[in-house]
């Protein structure tokens, strides 16, 4: 399953950033969709979640900060991100699957938030 995360780079504190997930054998509408991120030292942990009806949901830590979408039409999720910490320096994947679909997730894109 191809799931292509771009849109990583270096931004300063205070910045934004927008992910991309582009995921063209991903049928949206049967498969929930979902960004995870892991921290240096840290376990891969859940940031946000698409539902194939396409309504968002945040763990507590990124509500009111990042933004989920899609794009249906494209084959691709977003991740809006605003206001950075150093904080949020990892790697950001996304996931397709879950809820008894196939579960598989991208290669990862790296983002690196300078103090």
């Known amino acids: 399953v191809q799931l292509q995360a771009s849109g990583g780079g270096l931004v300063q504190a205070g910045g934004s950033l927008t992910l991309s997930c582009y995921a063209p054998?991903?049928?949206?509408?049967?498969?929930?969709m979902a960004w995870y991120r892991q921290t240096p030292g840290n376990q891969r942990e859940l940031v946000a979640t698409?539902?194939?009806?396409?309504?968002?949901s945040y763990a507590e830590a990124f509500e009111g900060r990042f933004t989920v979408s899609r794009d249906i039409a494209k084959s691709t999720m977003f991740l809006q991100m605003n206001n950075l910490n150093p904080g949020d320096t990892g790697t950001y994947y996304c996931?397709?699957?879950?809820?008894?679909?196939?579960?598989?997730y991208g290669p990862g894109t790296q983002v690196t938030v300078s103090s």
């Open positions: 054998e991903i049928n949206f509408g049967r498969s929930p």
């Open positions: 698409l539902s194939t009806g396409g309504r968002p």
């Open positions: 996931r397709t699957g879950g809820l008894g679909a196939p579960i598989y």
